[in-house]
Structure formats: C-alpha cells, structure tokens
C-alpha cells in the first residue's frame, strides 16, 4: 500500500519562530514531492515541491529537505508569520506513471500566534 | 482564467438520493482529478482522467461514477448516497508538460448525506 505518514497533526508557534513538519514514504518509485496550504474554506495550493536528486530546495521562507535513503522529506516555515496558519499537507508521486497521481499524508494543523 | 470550478459549494442529501458534483476548468489541462477530505484527514484519490474518454479509478472509487466527455469537464456522480459519503469534495487538475506537475484544486463541495 502506497502510503504517506506525516507528522505531528498540529503545532503551535509564536511569531518568528520555526515550524517543522515531517513526512515519510514507502514507495521507492516516488519522484516528486510536494507541499500544499490550505486555509479553511479553500482548496490546497501548491507551496513548494522536490525531486529526489536534490538534497533540499528553499523558497523564501519555506524549506523542503529530502532524505532519499531514510525516505523522509520535512518542510521548515523560517520566520513563522500568523498569516502562515493554515493546514500543510505533504504528498508523493511518480511523475512517469499514467495520471501523476498524489498521494497526500494526513495533515499537519499549523497555529501562528502573534 | 477561472481556473478549476465546481458546483455547487454545499449539498445535502438523503440517504439514497443521487446527485452530480460538476468541475470545469478552463486552463486546457489533459489531466483532472476527484478527491475527498474527510475531517481531520488528507485528501484521497476517488477518480481521475488522462484526457477526454479516458478515466481510472483512484484509492476510494466504490459508490461514485465519473466521466470525461470534453477536456473541460469532469462531472462525478453518486448514485445511491450514504452516510459514509459525507466529505468534502475536491476536483483537481494538471498537465505534464516541460518538468511542470503542479495539480491545481477548485474551491470544493461539502457534501452531507443524512
């Protein structure tokens, strides 16, 4: 079974600090790793996404690392803003295969506090 | 560009009742995609479409239907609604093309079935 395991289910940062949320796979035939946000009411956008060939990708102040032997990938929010709480899915596909199907972890709940 | 809509936003059911969820998009993507979110949970893959004509099932397929008849257009349907239905509905879509795999959501449809 193809499976995504995130953690923790939610988290509680003051303003300015950092938020971590980690993600671990099964399937070895994944190559493509994204992030996506979500507000309350609002479909999932994409925030930031991975290949496997590389090591960590930041932009601004998000930060995907990628831990291809462990099979682990984590996202850091630097800087943590309240406009930043939201709900923060990780997924996983394998781009080659017929649809590029998502497979989504369970959803991390994030709390800026100012 | 609308982007990815569905209709409509809310709906309540009884128990047996049929309905069709309608997305459209309108960004010329070969690909499109149902999901349900259930509380608290990640997204999982109901259905989805490489092109028009073509569908597949996804992780959750039992109790829904769907079709592809125009590249725009990807209705889901239920035939005989339970309980167990009850969930937030998500139509996606995306095309692979030149290292580009981003999926973008519609807004969603939060369905009841009582």
């Known amino acids: 079974q193809q499976q995504v395991k995130q953690s923790p289910q939610s988290l509680i940062v003051q303003k300015g600090g950092i938020s971590i949320i980690n993600c671990a796979y099964e399937n070895t035939a994944f190559d493509y790793f994204p992030w996506y946000q979500q507000f309350p009411g609002k479909g999932p956008a994409l925030l930031i996404a991975i290949r496997p060939d590389v090591s960590e990708k930041k932009e601004g102040r998000f930060t995907i690392s990628f831990n291809k032997s462990a099979k682990q990938f984590s996202l850091h929010i630097m800087d943590s803003q309240p406009g930043d709480s939201a709900t923060y899915f990780c997924?996983?596909?394998?781009?080659?295969?017929?649809?590029?199907?998502?497979?989504f972890g369970g959803g991390t709940r994030v709390l800026v506090k100012p | 560009n609308a982007g990815v809509t569905q209709t409509p936003k809310f709906r309540i059911l009884k128990i047996g009742q049929s309905m069709t969820l309608q997305c459209t998009q309108d960004m010329n993507h070969n690909y499109m995609y149902w999901y349900r979110q259930d509380p608290g949970m990640g997204l999982k893959l109901i259905y989805y479409s490489v092109g028009a004509g073509i569908t597949d099932k996804g992780e959750v397929p039992n109790g829904y239907n769907v079709s592809r008849s125009t590249t725009e257009d990807f209705p889901l349907r239920l035939e005989l609604a339970a309980p167990s239905q009850t969930s937030v509905y998500f139509c996606?879509?995306?095309?692979?093309?030149?290292?580009?795999?981003?999926?973008?959501f519609g807004p969603g449809t939060r369905l009841t079935v009582t």
């Open positions: 996606a879509s995306s095309y692979l093309d030149r290292g580009r795999h981003e999926q973008y």
């Open positions: 997924a996983a596909s394998e781009i080659k295969a017929a649809g590029n199907k998502l497979t």
